[in-house]
């Protein structure tokens, strides 16, 4: 018996979608984990808070109020990566506090303690950090005008994406973050020997229908160019899971948007010398506080 070529195709694509899908909930799930350092190890008088998140959903974060509450507190926003949590980002915290900055480091949903969600993504990571930096705004010490944000791999995309939108942002700073969701896909499947077509292809477009988005609109690559504040791309040069060239590529791109790359000798998860990177993101952020916010919201 032969198959109709188009029967056999469908059934080929059904297959492959199929598999597609079981490879995602297989290496793409973020695996929830609590471990790690805890503020007061560090010295950090944090407190847990917990933010209203979409659909009744919480946000856990640890906040660490200003050494001074005069209320008029500059303050940044800390998100971790992909299967981080809210210690992910302690040692900055610490440095950050110690130079006078009230300090959130929520947790995305479907990390840490926050609650679980059907998936995570760019733009939820995105949306996650924004009601971050509401809550922060709406703390009287702090001084809604001068408020920052940073975040670590996918952490520092979904801050380029919040930079592209939301007016009166101060700062932001990206560490390590990728150029473009398909080069991510790509690598992660060529890791795994999948051939990009047909099952790499429809991966990833299997992503966009769940997450509800092209790549396109919400990588870096188009979102960097967008921003309303100075921006400081951060990353290690030994960097071998979102290679240097990936923040080369974003500062080929970067447009008109006020940026500066710096690489450091670091990998994608630490830096060598991590007093040296800490320093260069207090210097990013004392100068970019010395620029004038009108009261539209856009820095000149």
């Not at 995105?126 to 952490?155: C, F, I, K, M, T």
């Not at 992660?188 to 769940?210: F, S």
Request: glycine residues 8%; proline residues 8%; hydrophobic residues 50%.
């Amino acid at each position: 018996m032969t198959l109709n070529p188009l029967v056999l195709s469908l059934a080929l694509a059904g297959a492959a979608l199929l598999g597609a899908r079981q490879l995602l909930r297989w290496g793409l799930a973020p695996t929830a984990t609590v471990a790690g350092t805890q503020p007061a190890e560090l010295g950090l008088p944090a407190r847990s808070v917990h933010l209203n998140g979409p659909n009744g959903l919480r946000l856990f974060a640890w906040y660490v109020p200003p050494l001074a509450p005069t209320g008029a507190a500059p303050a940044v926003a800390l998100m971790h990566g992909w299967g981080g949590n809210a210690s992910t980002l302690l040692p900055a915290a610490r440095a950050l506090h110690a130079a006078g900055y009230a300090v959130l480091l929520p947790e995305s949903r479907n990390h840490g303690r926050s609650s679980r969600d059907d998936h995570s993504s760019l733009p939820r990571f995105a949306d996650d950090l924004d009601r971050a930096l509401d809550w922060l705004a709406a703390q009287p010490e702090v001084n809604p005008q001068r408020l920052a944000a940073l975040g670590h791999s996918v952490g520092g995309a979904a801050v380029l994406l919040v930079a592209s939108r939301r007016p009166g942002l101060a700062a932001a700073v990206s560490v390590s973050a990728f150029a473009h969701p398909e080069q991510v896909m790509r690598r992660w499947l060529a890791a795994y020997r999948v051939p990009y077509w047909p099952l790499g292809w429809l991966v990833n477009r299997y992503v966009e229908w769940v997450i509800g988005t092209r790549f396109d609109r919400i990588a870096p690559l188009a979102t960097l160019p967008q921003a309303r504040c100075p921006v400081l791309l951060l990353h290690g040069a030994q960097d071998t899971t979102v290679p240097l060239a990936d923040a080369q590529q974003l500062m080929a791109h970067k447009g008109n948007a006020p940026v500066r790359l710096l690489a450091l000798d670091g990998t994608h998860e630490s830096f060598a010398d991590v007093a040296q990177a800490e320093q260069a993101v207090l210097d990013f952020l004392a100068q970019a506080r010395q620029r004038v916010v009108p009261a539209g919201g856009l820095a000149h």
